[in-house]
């Protein structure tokens, strides 16, 4: 039978996140039962529930980097059992027989993937809601295992902000020798520095603040550069092979492209609006440079992550809150005011019975 939840959901653009009960759809024969121990909280779930990006189905129940253990598992279910600690990222399904999902690489499905929320589920058409709840049904390939050795509450932004930069620096090989540089320092920035320097890498952040430097050496940066100095920027001309660009609004890429060595490659990551101003195609023909994008990662990749994290001891800063606190949780993420995720401690939600 289906099960009746309790979250927190929006019910409209403009109305505040509120206590909410909803049905989860009958878990089938290949689904984990998980019940959910934290949630991340990321600036696509703002998005989505003020339906700023359009297409918003209310109610919308946000959350996509969910930590929670197994609490049942069909009997096709062959990779978890009850008790396991695991995630679900950004997505429980997708077509599974396209060029895309044929290479792991879920995420860019040709049918488009099942997302965790704000989406219908393939089968019964029923909406999909996400981690701001006590419970959630996933198809099991798209549950991945918690190592041992990962705390599971900074794991949780791992599932979103930790495989969008993981996969466009395993995906461009990175690794020591390379010179990379990334943009903003923020909750995809933070990790991207992490991941960067594990990876072996030689890593400079670009910001605008002059008083992160101490913090981005912190976190792996070996270098700083304030990319509002023309002749910090100048300095490093013609210096980096790959550039992480973790910025979420407009902004102009041509001087940074200017930093990219012969053949050097500028990643987006942040931003899904177009590019202005426009950028300059003579500086990329007289590099040989390129501009690409990266979305989130598939289930093969993330897993990879989890596992890297656990080896290296990588784990997403974090600060915890109640599920009652999200509204102000997104009033100062709007702000920049956290440092670098917010994750939902689940069981405040207990205070709503």
């Not at 981690?131 to 900074?154: H, M, N, Q, T």
């Not at 620096?169 to 690794?175: E, G, M, Q, V």
Request: charged share 25%.
């Amino acid at each position: 039978m289906a099960q009746n939840i309790r979250g927190y959901a929006a019910q409209s653009a403009t109305a505040p996140l509120a206590p909410h009960q909803f049905e989860r759809r009958d878990p089938r024969p290949d689904d984990v039962v998980i019940d959910i121990l934290y949630c991340g909280v990321c600036h696509s779930d703002i998005h989505t529930a003020r339906n700023e990006w359009g297409g918003s189905k209310y109610p919308v129940v946000p959350g996509h980097e969910i930590i929670g253990r197994v609490a049942s598992v069909g009997d096709k279910v062959t990779k978890f059992k009850v008790g396991d600690m695991v995630g679900v990222g950004c997505m429980v399904d997708s077509c599974q027989h396209c060029d895309a999902c044929n290479q792991g690489l879920e995420q860019y499905c040709e049918e488009v993937p099942t997302f965790t929320y704000n989406s219908l589920d393939r089968h019964d058409k029923r909406p999909t809601f996400g981690g701001y709840s006590e419970r959630i049904v996933s198809s099991e390939k798209f549950v991945l295992r918690i190592p041992d050795g990962v705390d599971p509450k900074a794991a949780a932004p791992l599932l979103c902000a930790g495989i969008t930069t993981w996969s466009p620096l395993r995906h461009w090989k990175i690794s020591k020798g390379h010179k990379v540089a990334i943009i903003g320092l923020g909750g995809l920035g933070h990790m991207g520095l992490k991941f960067a320097k594990a990876m072996g890498a030689d890593v400079t952040l670009f910001t605008r603040s002059p008083d992160k430097e101490e913090e981005a050496r912190r976190l792996g940066a070996d270098h700083v550069v304030l990319s509002t100095d023309p002749k910090q920027m100048e300095a490093v001309g013609r210096s980096f092979d790959f550039i992480l660009d973790t910025v979420p609004h407009q902004h102009d890429l041509n001087p940074y492209l200017a930093t990219l060595k012969l053949d050097g490659i500028h990643v987006l990551v942040g931003l899904v609006e177009p590019i202005e101003p426009a950028v300059h195609a003579g500086g990329l023909i007289f590099g040989r440079r390129s501009v690409a994008g990266s979305l989130i990662g598939g289930i093969p990749e993330t897993q990879e992550m989890l596992d890297f994290c656990a080896k290296h001891g990588i784990g997403s800063d974090i600060e915890m809150i109640n599920i009652q606190d999200i509204n102000e949780a997104y009033a100062r993420m709007l702000k920049s005011d956290v440092r670098y995720r917010f994750v939902i401690d689940m069981a405040s939600l207990k205070k709503e019975a």
